[in-house]
């Protein structure tokens, strides 16, 4: 069964201290990986697709990178509005079609 | 604002009743996706329409059903309500039909009483 495990569940950062994200996968027939953002009681806005090991692509204070088993999601000199939920999501091969997994995500709590 | 749009934003029913979610995609947008939010389980798949057809499913009880009408806005049937069945409700649609990048709507919030 696909598993996605996103780390830490929570995350408490001091303006401007820069952190990591993980988001670890086992996963057979990996199609692409994607991070998304989520604010209290909205849907998740998407932030980054990935696609093979290696690949790093960023946005403004958001770098996101990928290996083999894992991904990284790093924000440098986080401000207060970085504050939200980010999820990790995987798709996969699921016989015949697509399917995309989400992880339980990683609650950032950015302090002025 | 995703372009997405759902209705209703609150839903308030007792057990044993039946509701009707409605979404509207993106302009363009050919793929529906519907997604349970709940506190202990996290966003779960429940279905994908593409041009009116099933595409692909997730973890959707038989008491659900979805479907997706010509204008391509879609509507999430849940029947015999359970009190475990309270969540938030997202709709998110894509332009093919693989699940890459989508977009969400607002959600609709179902309390169960």
């Known amino acids: 069964e696909d598993q996605v495990t996103q780390s830490p569940e929570a995350l408490r950062l001091q303006e401007g201290e820069s952190s990591s994200l993980n988001c670890s996968y086992t996963?057979?027939?990996?199609?692409?990986l994607f991070w998304y953002r989520q604010d209290p009681g909205k849907g998740p806005e998407f932030l980054f697709t990935l696609y093979s090991a290696g690949e790093e692509k960023e946005k403004e204070r958001l770098k996101a990178t990928l290996t083999k088993k894992e991904s990284f999601l790093h924000i440098t000199a986080p401000k207060p509005e970085d504050s939200a939920t980010y999820l990790c999501?995987?798709?996969?091969?699921?016989?015949?079609?697509?399917?995309?997994?989400f992880g339980t995500g990683t609650k950032l709590q950015v302090i002025p | 604002d995703s372009g997405v749009t759902q209705t209703p934003k609150h839903l308030i029913t007792a057990t044993g009743q039946r509701v009707t979610l409605r979404c509207s995609p993106r302009?363009?947008?050919?793929?529906v996706y519907w997604y349970q939010q709940s506190l202990d389980q996290g966003l779960q798949f429940l279905i994908q329409?593409?041009?009116?057809?099933?595409?692909a499913k997730g973890n959707i009880l038989e008491r659900f059903s979805a479907q997706q009408f010509p204008d391509l806005h879609s509507e999430l049937n849940l029947s015999s309500l359970e009190l475990g069945d309270s969540a938030l409700y997202f709709c998110?649609?894509?332009?093919?039909?693989?699940?890459?990048?989508?977009?969400f709507g607002p959600g609709t919030r179902l309390t169960v009483l």
């Open positions: 302009s363009g947008d050919l793929s």
């Open positions: 329409y593409y041009n009116g057809e099933e595409r």
């Open positions: 996963v057979s027939g990996l199609r692409g």
């Open positions: 999501a995987v798709q996969v091969d699921a016989g015949g079609y697509q399917k995309v997994t």
């Open positions: 998110a649609s894509s332009v093919g039909s693989l699940p890459n990048e989508q977009f």
